[in-house]
């Protein structure tokens, strides 16, 4: 949801309002054996995550669930989207959680290369090796060690719209690049401007970027550049960023322009148009939007909030990029041996099959039934990216260490701001990019 990355989404953030109240849950078992009957009550186990809004408000019904299983107290403290950060400051505090979710791959690393992260246990590796295409694991792996337990995923080459605005317009849903650019177009020309683009969040302008590379640059030259093997000044990056200017130049694609764009969070670029008082017909952004939709605005998905695939660039294919959220257990907190116990929840298709009833979310997991979702577009999402098993591509973003692609204000999110303020000049921005990927990754 990085976040969204994003983030994510980051993905992620969504929803409005940021809840801090601690959530309390009942847990149960002991660091050998998977949670049954109430061995851990009297135990209070910490789980902090970026999650506000509907997600938070969905994720608790999992934690709801882990309860009743269960007998520990479990608090939620909500970290911001810089993890981390808010991370580190509670080590050093002496008091870290015990469960951290994660939504950037890179993040996850510095936190295992720097020590902080105990290693998944045999039950939740075990179960999550049977459920998962390796590629997840992978992402959750670090110099051989299983750490990360993926159990939040998200379809970022989703094009969401009002179904009324395209008809008005006498639009169809476009399977190009160039059919995308000459829709929002004739949209704009019928009243209603094509794209709220979630500029104040730049976690979403990098997924922007992520799904024009990857169809542009194919998956290879994709992976290079995401573990900075290829340079930002590569012409690939440079022909992307020319292709993504094509939308931030024109007014009529961006609804307000730039400035209002540079204005708008997430959760505002669904209101604009799944909100009561619609000012664009188009929101890209990843599967996340429809929960949004649908739990903020009252629309039903597959109904009066739609989507298609984000189109091929140019000769390429359709890209197929991803985010997710990692559940990470810190070694050195208070319980973590029954913090784990939780990610051996998280590990069954039971867990997820909780969060896909409510919306607003897809499984990684292969074995989480489809009647479990909640409505047959989020089913039919989540066997689209079940089934593209090893070729889905993780957020690029959310790869990278956090100073260039997960901070806000800096790196790859400030750099893409400043390009859709003024894309005019691709090869000055392929430059601070390098120059500043460069830094972060030390080479």
């Given amino acids: ?5 994003a983030r994510t989404v980051r993905a992620t953030a969504v929803g409005s309002t940021l809840l801090a109240l601690a959530v309390t849950m009942t847990a149960c078992g002991d660091a050998g054996t998977a949670a049954t009957g109430g061995e851990l009550k009297g135990t209070t186990v910490t789980v902090a995550g970026v999650w506000t809004g509907s997600e938070q408000k969905n994720f608790k019904k999992v934690l709801d669930a882990f309860g009743a ?5 479990t ?4 970290s911001g989207d810089n993890v981390s950060t808010f991370v580190g400051s509670k080590i050093e505090g002496g008091n870290a959680p015990d469960v951290v979710l994660v939504p950037q ?5 510095q936190f295992a290369k720097a020590g902080w992260l105990k290693p998944l246990s045999e039950r939740a590796a075990t179960t999550a090796g049977g459920n998962l295409a390796p590629v997840w694991k992978n992402y959750g792996t670090v110099d051989g060690t299983f750490y990360g337990l993926y159990f939040k995923a998200a379809h970022k080459s989703t094009v969401w719209y009002a179904p009324d605005a395209l008809e008005q317009a006498g639009v169809t849903e476009p399977k190009s690049w160039e059919e995308l650019l000459a829709a929002g177009r004739t949209l704009a020309d019928s009243g209603r401007p094509a794209f709220a683009v979630a500029g104040e969040d730049g976690w979403t302008l990098t997924d922007w970027f992520e799904n024009v590379y990857l169809s542009q640059a194919g998956p290879e030259k994709y992976d290079r550049l995401a573990r900075h093997e290829l340079k930002w000044t590569d012409p690939s990056v440079v022909t992307a960023l020319t292709t993504l200017a094509e939308v931030f130049k024109d007014k009529r694609l961006v609804a307000g322009g730039a400035a209002e764009a540079l204005r708008t969070d997430f959760p505002g670029s669904v209101e604009k148009v799944f ?3 619609p000012k664009a017909a188009l929101v890209y952004e990843g599967d996340f939007v429809g929960g949004v939709a649908k739990d903020e605005y009252g629309k039903k998905p597959g109904e009066d909030a739609k989507f298609f695939p984000f189109p091929p660039v140019g000769s390429g294919k359709a890209p197929v990029v991803s985010g997710g959220d990692a559940a990470v257990v810190l070694k050195d907190a208070k319980n973590a041996d029954a913090g784990m116990k939780l990610l051996e929840f998280l590990a069954t298709p039971e867990a997820a099959e909780v969060w896909a009833g409510a919306g607003g979310f897809l499984s990684p997991n292969k074995d989480v039934k489809p009647e479990a979702y909640a409505d047959d577009t989020a089913r039919a999402t989540a066997a689209s990216l079940v089934a593209a098993g090893d070729s889905v591509r993780f ?3 959310d790869q990278a260490p956090a100073a260039f692609g997960g901070t806000k204000g800096a790196g790859e999110w400030k750099i893409l701001q400043d390009f859709l303020r003024d894309p005019s000049n691709p090869e000055a921005t392929a430059a601070a990019l390098e120059t500043a990927a460069a830094k972060a990754h030390g080479n």
């Fill in 105 to 109: 791959v890179g993040v996850l690393q």
């Fill in 69 to 73: 299983k269960t007998g520990a107290k």
């Fill in 75 to 78: 608090v939620f403290v909500p």
């Fill in 275 to 277: 909100g009561p008082e």
């Fill in 395 to 397: 957020d690029m973003s």
């Fill in 1 to 5: 949801m990085r976040q969204t990355g």
